[in-house]
């Protein structure tokens, strides 16, 4: 078999194996992991946790950071992560605090901003608008206007994860 030709059955496998995970994805299959860490160093406001053994390195934006109340953290508090199926960082508070104030919409998206940063999502009490986490708005480019939802909403009302509901 020439290199080409194994670099071809090479790049097919991975895009199968991708589109069983996307399938998966998207029929609101998804499990979220808690797991608690140390804040290394924080620079320019950006926070640095220790690394998982199989998961890439962690960073706390500026942002995030405010947001979930981990604006005054020091280097040696433990936080704990909330990691989502696709190792993507959902949501991280100080460790022993519950992550109260969670909660969960469905609907169908109505209107999705074109830099997902804004969502308005049709519920049965009409169309709401909400803020969506930078991380969890990648989703958004492969549903388009009028895909069922379930959204996961964080105590400042912003959608930290979305996943298409099964038709």
Known sequence: MS???IVVICAVAMI???AVASADEL???GTHTELNTIVTKIASGVIFVEPFEGLRPRTISPAKADRV???EAKAGDEVTLVI???NVLVDAHK???PAHGHRHMTGNLAYTDVSWKEVQLSTPDGIER???DALAGSRLSL???GTPVVVELDEDNTIIDIHRLAK
Request: hydrophobic share 40%.
């Open 69 to 71: 109340g981990l604006h």
């Open 95 to 97: 460790a022993g605090m």
């Open 130 to 132: 909400y803020d969506v």
């Open 143 to 145: 549903m388009p206007d």
């Open 3 to 5: 290199k080409v030709t």
């Open 84 to 86: 989502d199926e696709g």
């Open 27 to 29: 029929n609101g299959a």
């Open 16 to 18: 199968a194996l991708t």
